[in-house]
């Protein structure tokens, strides 16, 4: 498998997107989610992240989506408007080859330049050892963890908040 490429997704992409997000639904606890949606909400949902100004990104290794990763606003109230969420899906056959870090690398610098100050990462379950390295790899520390805040898979799953400054974080005002 080669290095990925990392370019701008676009809705020609949403059925790799939703083939990758449906595994990660179903056999997963990276998404909280139950069910997956289909093609056209997973559309919709890109459509309003893109709308939104937010980077929306895939990986390809050797011309298919091995990968998806996306910013988009971690609360709705107006003070949290520099702050961003992000979230990682890696297709099942692309983990450990290094195209989520490749993800997250290119995803931070996307949300530098468009003057987002603060990186957030809700990460579901807190065994999702693989997820919590990657983030504490790029720069993020933990800051808590909301204990059995999630029922699926007949247990109880924890999220881990992980956060990451990005560009001068909060030492100065946004420009």
């Known amino acids: 498998m080669s290095n990925p490429s990392i370019r701008p997704a676009t809705p020609a992409d949403i059925p790799a997107i939703t083939h990758i997000y ?13 069910e997956a949606p289909d093609e056209a909400e997973m559309l919709r ?12 990104l895939v990986a ?3 011309g298919v989506v091995a990968g998806y990763a996306y910013a988009g606003p971690y609360r709705a109230r ?4 520099f702050s961003v ?9 692309a983990h450990r080859r290094s195209i989520g870090r490749a993800l997250l ?8 330049a468009r003057g987002y100050r603060l990186m957030i990462a809700v990460i579901g379950d807190s065994a999702q050892a693989p997820s919590i390295e990657l983030h504490r790899a ?8 909301l204990e059995g ?27």
């Open 105 to 112: 690398d290119r995803l931070i610098a996307e949300c530098e």
């Open 60 to 62: 390809e290794v050797d």
């Open 78 to 81: 107006p003070a949290y408007r």
């Open 45 to 56: 949902r890109q459509r309003a992240l893109l709308d939104g100004g937010y980077p929306y």
């Open 85 to 93: 969420e992000n979230s990682i899906y890696v297709a099942p056959d």
């Open 22 to 34: 449906a595994h990660a639904v179903r056999h997963g606890t990276a998404s909280f989610e139950l």
């Open 149 to 175: 805040v999630g029922y699926k898979f007949d247990r109880w799953l924890d999220t881990v908040l992980m956060q990451r400054a990005l560009g001068p974080g909060s030492s100065a005002p946004p420009q």
């Open 138 to 145: 790029a720069g993020f520390r933990l800051v808590g963890a």
